[in-house]
Antibody
Framework: QAQVVESGGGVAQPGGSLRLSCSAS????????MHWVRQAPGKGLDWVAV????????YYADSVKGRFTISRDNSRKTLDLQMTSLKTADTGVYYC?????????WGQGTTVTVSS | QSALTQPASVSGSPGQSITISCTGT?????????VSWYQQHPGRVPQLIIY???DRPSGISHRFSGSKSGNTASLAISGLQADDEADYYC??????????FGTGTKVTVL
């Protein structure tokens, strides 16, 4: 069964950095676009970024553009999200998600807390 | 990049049918047939229930159906059941290559 597992969440200060990782298994990772989606406590889903199956195309939400970088290593079946200049508004659960037009495989999420 | 507009809450009695709307613009919902819907129970991970406006993934009940007209997509749930009580989110591909989620709708089964 296709699965993705996130790691790397934690506590950071405003202005700080964190790097999230996602490990994929049981599917052809290099054939799928991958997303990061986040959810602030008690709030709705918020799309963050997407990377194409081969890594050549990357798109970001305006709220994170210039601060976050999405990348992937198809040989290792991993997806990363480098987060810099963190803001308190970046606090939430970050999900790694498979898909292009549909987001059909979600991880359990990793929690990021930005607080002084 | 404003979120797609959904009603905050919708309710219905068991067995009834309800519809959730998702309103965007000609740059997202109206541009492509790439609207998907997700169900999220409290404390759980979101689950895909509709993709490409009206297609259902394997294992999703036929009670869930999707449609689109212009810049508004809709999710219908027929034969409402207690387990349908959850939050529902629409999502659309945009002309910028980004994705946009809806504001979310809380469904209550009375």
């Amino acid at each position: 069964q296709a699965q993705v597992v996130e790691s790397g969440g934690g506590v950071a200060q405003p202005g700080g950095s964190l790097r999230l990782s996602c490990s994929a298994s049981e599917f052809s990772f290099g054939s799928y676009a991958m997303h990061w989606v986040r959810q602030a406590p008690g709030k709705g889903l918020d799309w963050v970024a997407v990377i194409s199956y081969d890594g050549t195309n990357k798109y970001y939400a305006d709220s994170v553009k210039g601060r976050f970088t999405i990348s992937r290593d198809n040989s290792r079946k991993t997806l990363d999200l480098q987060m810099t200049s963190l803001k308190t508004a970046d606090t939430g659960v970050y999900y790694c998600v498979r898909g292009h037009d549909r987001m059909d495989v979600w991880g359990q999420g990793t929690t990021v807390t930005v607080s002084s | 990049q404003s979120a797609l507009t959904q009603p905050a809450s919708v309710s219905g009695s068991p067995g009834q049918s309800i519809t959730i709307s998702c309103t965007g613009t000609s740059s997202d919902v109206g541009a492509y047939d790439y609207v998907s819907w997700y169900q999220q129970h409290p404390g759980r991970v979101p689950q895909l229930i509709i993709y490409d406006v009206s297609d259902r993934p394997s294992g999703i009940s036929h009670r869930f159906s999707g449609s689109k007209s212009g810049n508004t997509a809709s999710l219908a749930i027929s034969g409402l059941q207690a387990d349908d009580e959850a939050d529902y989110y629409c999502c659309s591909y945009t002309t910028s290559g980004t994705r946009l989620f809806g504001t979310g709708t809380k469904v209550t089964v009375l």
